[in-house]
């Protein structure tokens, strides 16, 4: 391998894979939400674990409903925990909005949405249920 640093696009996800203290390294972002992180000495290992995760929605999906607990938790929202996300299906154009607590585009990509208030949700785990226009 010629680079030491690699960049990718997978499915809205960024996937970089870098070389530091002679082992190989990789991060898989969703906006600026860490996703995935790994580390192994041989890239080969670690390319595969990695095309693994990113092809996996079951593994994503765990992530972003993790993600989503914990912004209600932090955010205060009652009965977080009986609360779920779902896929929404295809039927709408993808649309482009801001993300009103991480600031972040928010893509319908990924296309899960909070069962409670059918907000679209932000790889940072943030719904409407917990929107306030002076949110920081
Ligand atoms: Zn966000
Ligand atoms: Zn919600």
């Known amino acids: 391998m010629a ?3 690699e960049e990718y696009e997978y499915n809205g996800l960024k996937v970089v894979f870098y070389k530091k ?8 972002l969703w906006g600026q939400t860490l996703m995935k992180y790994s580390n192994n000495s041989k890239i080969k290992d670690l390319k595969a674990e990695i095309t693994n995760f990113v092809k996996n929605k079951k593994e994503i999906e765990n992530k972003i409903y993790s993600n989503h607990q914990k912004f209600l938790e932090r955010s205060g929202v009652k009965d ?9 299906k295809n039927t709408r154009k993808n649309r482009v909005t801001h993300c009103y607590a991480c600031g972040h585009n928010l893509s319908t990509y990924q296309n899960y949405a909070c069962d409670r208030c059918s907000w679209l949700l932000c790889s940072c785990g943030a719904c409407g249920c917990a929107y306030n ?3 920081k």
Do not use: A, C, G, T
């Open 21 to 28: 203290n002679d082992e190989y390294h990789s991060s898989v």
């Open 80 to 88: 977080s925990k009986s609360m779920n996300i779902y896929r929404l």
């Open 3 to 5: 680079s030491e640093y």
């Open 133 to 135: 226009p002076n949110f």
